[in-house]
């Protein structure tokens, strides 16, 4: 069974071992692969695993012995689904590996903006904590989270977990989901979207990327948020309106903390780079250690299950 890993740096710089999956059969691994690379990579490979390089209709057609593509996400927009249905191919993802990292992101660019430790610790280095006449000083407004609202939109277990800090940091939580759930934890509250965006001090994204969400927040959006609220997005880029979220941003009007762009490696007119009140951190919510390798373990699992004749984390469409 020949297995191919296409792009396989980001999930396992080298701090991992790829032993658990050359175990089940003649393993390759590539840091990296073009579109263009895949046909002659992948024309022996009965398996295929691939985080984000892209997996076409017109790719998968030219492979014809794969039986199985494995990505090393819970995303699943890379493959083209129903070609590889179609041609009678399995394909699984890895979901809720790492919730707890996620929200400790979310966690990150909450507490940057509320603190400012960045800004501070920049300033005593320079000098300026030398020369001030008081005990200490202070160049941003410091915000207490206590008794302020959180709003998420989108409540699977990513946001249940980002609920969960918010509420032992003191804030009140409200989410709007696709669905209404029939029950939330004590201290959540389910709203509308815009009275959500009305309402809230911060707004965290952990909704899918679909037709109905693409750019959700957007200009007209925007304008039902609070002047001065913090905007995090964790999830997908182009949950966004990049261009109206950086015009809010330049205002002064909102603030904002993302882990995710709606191209990546970000182009370099990309209106968030150069956005005044904007945090970017390089979508590595997801990539502490130990989620990767709970990632890692996962997919291997589901290979396992794939060859012994069950599914495990198979992906319908």
């Not at 249905?85 to 707890?100: A, C, Q």
């Amino acid at each position: 069974m020949n297995i191919i890993v296409l792009d396989g740096f980001t999930l396992n710089p080298g701090d991992l071992s790829w032993q658990p999956l050359a175990a089940l059969g003649a393993l390759r691994v590539y840091d990296r692969t073009a579109v263009g690379e895949i046909p002659a990579r992948c024309h022996d490979a009965d398996i295929v695993l691939t985080n984000k390089t892209p997996l076409d209709a017109k790719t998968l057609a030219a492979l014809p012995r794969l039986r199985y593509i494995g990505v090393l996400a819970t995303g699943t927009n890379v493959v083209d689904i129903k070609a590889a249905l179609k041609l009678g191919m399995v394909v699984t993802n890895v979901p809720n590996y790492g919730s707890d990292a996620v929200a400790q992101m979310v966690l990150a660019h909450l507490l940057h903006h509320s603190n400012r430790l960045s800004v501070h610790d920049a300033a005593v280095k320079a000098g300026q904590w030398q020369a001030q006449a008081d005990f200490c000083f202070s160049l941003t407004p410091l915000i207490s989270l206590n008794a302020l609202t959180l709003g998420l939109i989108g409540f699977g277990a990513i946001g249940q977990q980002v609920a969960q800090v918010a509420l032992a940091l003191g804030m009140r939580v409200a989410v709007h989901s696709r669905t209404r759930p029939e029950s939330l934890p004590a201290g959540v509250v389910w709203l509308d979207l815009n009275d959500l965006l009305a309402s809230s001090d911060v707004v965290s994204l952990h909704c899918p990327l679909t037709p109905e969400t693409h750019e959700l927040i957007n200009a007209e959006r925007l304008a039902l948020m609070k002047p001065l609220a913090l905007l995090i997005n964790t999830a997908r880029g182009s949950l966004l309106d990049e261009a109206a979220v950086a015009a809010a941003a330049n205002t002064g009007r909102l603030f904002v903390g993302v882990d995710v762009l709606s191209s990546e490696p970000p182009s370099a007119d990309n209106p968030l780079l150069h956005a005044s009140n904007v945090t970017i951190s390089p979508h590595i919510a997801w990539a502490t250690q130990q989620a990767r390798q709970r990632l890692l373990d996962i997919a291997v699992n589901n290979l396992i299950a794939f060859t012994q004749g069950t599914r495990l984390n198979q992906v319908l469409g």
